[in-house]
Structure formats: structure tokens, C-alpha cells
């Protein structure tokens, strides 16, 4: 498989969420222009960079 394949694989999975959160994050989303699915991933991303839990990226 290419690296550009492994790059934009995504997985799908059922998330259960509580109205309340659902809600700030659907408003949030309308916010800043996103759908809901691009805000969970955005958050998460940021997250994730955050706390240095994403794989360090391959140079060359």
C-alpha cells in the first residue's frame, strides 16, 4: 500500500455522546464553519498534539 493510502484511511465507528455535548459541539461546529464530524476530529487532533500522542512524522 502506498503511504499516501495509509495517510487518508479513516475508520469508522458508533460514538455515544450526551445531548448536552452533542449540542455545544454542533454549535461550535456551526461556529467555526465545520460539520460535526470535521469538529470531533479537529478536537481530538489538537488534542492529541497536545498531550504528544500522535506518531512523529518521517522526514525525506
Known amino acids: 500500500m502506498a503511504e499516501e493510502d495509509k495517510v487518508n484511511?479513516?475508520?469508522?465507528?458508533v460514538l455515544r455522546i450526551d445531548t448536552?455535548?452533542?449540542?455545544?459541539?454542533?454549535?461550535?461546529?456551526?461556529?467555526?464553519?465545520r460539520s460535526v464530524n470535521g469538529q470531533i476530529l479537529y478536537l481530538l487532533d489538537n488534542a492529541l498534539?497536545?498531550?504528544?500522542?500522535l506518531p512523529k512524522k518521517k522526514k525525506g
Open 9 to 13: 484511511k479513516t475508520k469508522s465507528f
Open 20 to 33: 448536552e455535548t452533542m449540542a455545544a459541539i454542533e454549535k461550535w461546529a456551526s461556529d467555526e464553519f
Open 49 to 53: 498534539k497536545k498531550n504528544g500522542r
